[in-house]
């Protein structure tokens, strides 16, 4: 994590290793795995276009994402009263300042992205916008900001690579009784290649989608946590969460359809919910709130 006056999270840190060494080992197995039942050049070939698409994802994650949202970086000419939220919270987090976008929908959401600090964006909604009171805003700003501190977006960006490559390898080997990935060959003793790989990339994709599920919802907690000690007012960002929530769920269809690829990186979620959500149930993020603010207001 990067030094800032945000508040450290241990387990947040833990979590973020442990989900990328076990999608990194997972990710050469893959590639090994496929290397030697595929073998020759198209062996050859998934393992560096696997390992080339990882690089990519790393080195474009900020632009990946602001396409996603139809989103654009903006000057402090074009949205003063944004940047000097940004600028104050960047003051009082001690950390560079990121690059401010705002993404034309009338979803109401904002996001953090970007491969590091340096080339960081924190997002927003013209929805949220028109939606949320001043201190609201700096409270959401505040949640995006720490993601960018404890570098969870680059986390979360390098490790999907593995479960993307695994889900467009089981696409590609669902055409192997068609010859895609040498369907007609079969060893003396073992199952169509095509099988392999199906099933490799299925099991690779499962455990992907899991762990990626489990760190998405703790740092969606640990930002909360960190956003509200920051500006001392978990109340504004409950309130925001609140207004956020019934936002989305009012937006007609077509136009959350337009923005759902990028709502693993929202603060609320445009998209699925329940066991298959990037993002813990709103009640659990209010209560984590309510019980901060009970803090705080506790006398010294």
Not at 265 to 294: D, F, M, Y
Request: proline letters at 5%; one cysteine or more.
């Amino acid at each position: 994590m990067a030094r800032t006056r945000f508040i450290g999270d241990a387990g947040l840190t833990a979590r973020m290793t442990l989900v990328m060494f076990l999608l990194g080992a997972l990710f050469v197995g893959l590639v090994v795995v496929l290397a030697g039942v595929i073998g020759g050049t198209i062996g050859t070939l998934v393992g560096v276009g696997a390992i080339g698409y990882a690089v990519y994802q790393w080195s474009s994650s900020d632009k990946i994402a602001m396409r996603a949202m139809r989103a654009r970086e903006v000057t402090s000419q074009e949205a003063p009263e944004l940047h000097g939220m940004v600028d104050r919270l960047c003051a009082l987090a001690d950390m560079p300042k990121p690059r401010v976008g705002v993404a034309d929908t009338p979803v109401p959401n904002a996001f953090a992205t970007g491969r590091s600090p340096d080339r960081a964006v924190v997002c927003v909604t013209t929805g949220i916008l028109q939606l949320l009171s001043a201190e609201e805003l700096e409270a959401v700003l505040a949640h995006e900001l720490s993601h960018v501190a404890h570098r969870d977006v680059l986390v979360m960006t390098v490790a999907s690579s593995a479960g993307i490559a695994a889900g467009t390898l089981t696409q590609g080997a669902q055409y192997g009784g068609l010859g895609f990935f040498g369907g007609s060959r079969r060893d003396s003793n073992g199952p169509p290649t095509w099988i392999v790989v199906l099933v490799v990339s299925l099991v690779v994709y499962a455990v992907s989608f899991v762990l990626l599920r489990l760190l998405s919802r703790y740092r969606e907690l640990s930002a909360d946590r960190a956003g509200a000690y920051l500006t001392l007012k978990p109340a504004a960002l409950a309130s925001a969460l609140r207004k956020i929530d019934a936002g989305v769920q009012a937006t007609p269809q077509r136009d959350l359809r337009q923005v759902s690829a990028g709502s693993a990186l929202c603060i609320s979620p445009i998209s699925l919910k329940g066991l298959s959500s990037t993002h813990p149930p709103l009640q659990q993020r209010l209560e984590q709130l309510a019980r901060i603010q009970t803090e705080l207001d506790r006398p010294r």
